[in-house]
C-alpha cells in the first residue's frame, strides 16, 4: 500500500524557516517523480517543488526559487522541503505527492504542473507564517 506522510509544519515568523519531511511508503523514491504542494485558503492548490530523482531533474514553482530546496534521503524513503526566508503568502496546507506513473522524462514537471487524482497523495501539513 502506498503511503505518504507529511510533518514538520508550523507557526512562524516572516523570514523564519521550516523543513517539511514525508515519509514514503510502498514504493522506492526512485521509482516516481515526488515532490510538494500547497493549497492556501480560497486558493487553488498549487505545485511548489517537484523531483524525478531518477535523473535528478526538478521543477519548481517561481515563488520557491532561491528560498526553498527540496532534499531526500533514501535509507528514510523520505524526502524534505527546506523552506528559508518565510513570507506571510507562504501559509498554506502543503501535501507531498508522487506520481502514479513511472519517471519518465519530464515526469516531476507532469506532476507539479498537471497533478491528477490517480496520482498519490498524502495528508497536509499546516504552515502558518505571521507577519
Known amino acids: 500500500e502506498v503511503q505518504l506522510q507529511a510533518s514538520g509544519g508550523g507557526l512562524v515568523q516572516t523570514g523564519g524557516s521550516l523543513r517539511l519531511s514525508c515519509a514514503v511508503s510502498g514504493f522506492s523514491l526512485d521509482d516516481h517523480a515526488i515532490g510538494w504542494f500547497r493549497q492556501a485558503p480560497g486558493k487553488e492548490r498549487e505545485g511548489v517543488f517537484c523531483?524525478?530523482?531518477?535523473?535528478?531533474?526538478?521543477w519548481y514553482a517561481d515563488s520557491a526559487r532561491g528560498r526553498f530546496t527540496i532534499s531526500s534521503d533514501n535509507a528514510k524513503n523520505t524526502i524534505y522541503l527546506q523552506m528559508n526566508s518565510l513570507k506571510p503568502e507562504d501559509t498554506a496546507v502543503y501535501y507531498c505527492a508522487a506520481s502514479k506513473d513511472g519517471p519518465g522524462s519530464g515526469s516531476q514537471y507532469r506532476l507539479c504542473k498537471y497533478p491528477g487524482g490517480d496520482d498519490y497523495w498524502g495528508r497536509g501539513t499546516q504552515v502558518t507564517v505571521s507577519s
Open positions: 523531483i524525478n530523482k531518477s535523473d535528478g531533474r526538478t
